[in-house]
T-cell receptor
């Protein structure tokens, strides 16, 4: 089945230790998104790509970076995680044409100790 | 600042009742509207999309859109305990370059009690 996959599902890292989260998709969608979601809050958009065209939200901290080496894969790098970065990180995709629906991966729960 | 507002709840309904979830948005030129269901600790799952004024039905779910009043709602008929979740409303912002930035509400927590 076509889907959005995120790895790992759970990640524990130490304060200040870099971490990389990955997302892959078999939907062949042009657009990919990274969201951060904290408890009882709306998903907060960090980055999105239209193909390789990278878009950084204005309030995304410099501590967060992203890479999209090809259509299928996208990575979120957190250079120096702080306690405030503990959250669920969601990857989503969308086709550039046709229906506007976003499809989310299962998320990665990041814990910072 | 484009905003999407939802009552955080919790909205508590008995099993078998109709649950009504509401969402208002500030951007008048919004074109696409979505409802997602999110179980605790899980990612959002798309339930309904609606693009035109009026009602759209899918099984026990009905989405209602009124662009003049800038609100969109989700009705869940014959509510089941398994419907207990947070329901997120998302509205498409205008964007350029073919990309698409939705704005999410904070979600309404629904509790269906037996």
């Amino acid at each position: 089945d076509a889907m959005v996959i995120q790895n790992p599902r759970y990640q524990v890292t130490q304060f200040g230790k870099p971490v990389t989260l990955s997302c892959s998709q078999t939907l062949n969608h042009n657009v990919m998104y990274w969201y951060q979601q904290k408890s009882s809050q709306a998903p907060k958009l960090l980055f999105h790509y239209y193909d390789k065209d990278f878009n950084n939200e204005a309030d995304t901290p410099d501590n967060f970076q992203s890479r999209r080496p090809n259509t299928s894969f996208c990575f979120l790098d957190i250079r120096s995680p702080g306690l405030g970065d503990a959250a669920m990180y969601l990857c989503a995709t969308r086709a550039a044409s046709g229906p506007n629906e976003q499809y989310f991966g299962p998320g990665t729960r990041l814990t910072v100790t | 600042q484009k905003e999407v507002e939802q009552n955080s709840g919790p909205l508590s309904v008995p099993e078998g009742a109709i649950a009504s979830l509401n969402c208002t948005y500030s951007d008048r030129v919004s074109q696409s509207f979505f409802w997602y269901r999110q179980y605790s600790g899980k990612s959002p799952e798309l339930i309904m999309s609606i693009y035109s004024n009026g009602d759209k039905e899918d099984g026990r779910f009905t989405a209602q859109l009124n662009k003049a009043s800038q609100y969109v709602s989700l009705l869940i008929r014959d509510s089941q305990p398994s419907d207990s979740a947070t329901y997120l409303c998302a509205v498409r912002q205008s964007a350029s370059g073919g990309s698409y930035i939705p704005t999410f509400g904070r979600g309404t927590s629904l509790i269906v009690h037996p």
